[in-house]
């Protein structure tokens, strides 16, 4: 193996064990909403740019998923991403409401 190739591993690597920090969030900064759908479950990521030691930093917020209900696993792909960013609305809606996202 390169050098290279091992530091990207040990950095791949660090990534995946630890935990991500979360930022608290600043209601006058918009929101960004990632959303994700499978044929398993549904997950969400709410982040927002925060300005850390004058640096523009993109951090979340907070992470929610489950799994999906037996009848919601005859969707198609387009219908789970929508049914996944209605239900990520809906739980969410304490931080985007009232807020550009």
């Known amino acids: 193996m390169t050098v290279d190739r091992v530091k990207a591993f040990e950095s791949l690597r660090e990534a995946l064990t630890t935990a991500p920090l979360l930022l608290m969030p600043d209601f006058k900064l918009p929101f960004k909403l990632y959303i994700?759908?499978?044929?398993?479950?549904?997950?969400?990521?709410?982040?927002?740019?925060?300005i850390i030691n004058d640096k523009p930093v993109e951090g979340p917020i907070c992470?929610?998923?489950?799994?999906?209900?037996?009848?919601?696993?005859?969707?198609?792909?387009?219908?789970?991403?929508c049914l996944c960013l209605v239900w990520a609305l809906e739980k969410l809606n304490y931080f985007l409401e009232g807020c550009v996202f």
């Open 63 to 81: 992470f929610i998923s489950r799994q999906i209900k037996p009848t919601e696993a005859r969707y198609g792909a387009s219908q789970m991403e």
């Open 36 to 50: 994700d759908a499978s044929g398993d479950g549904l997950g969400a990521a709410l982040h927002q740019v925060q």
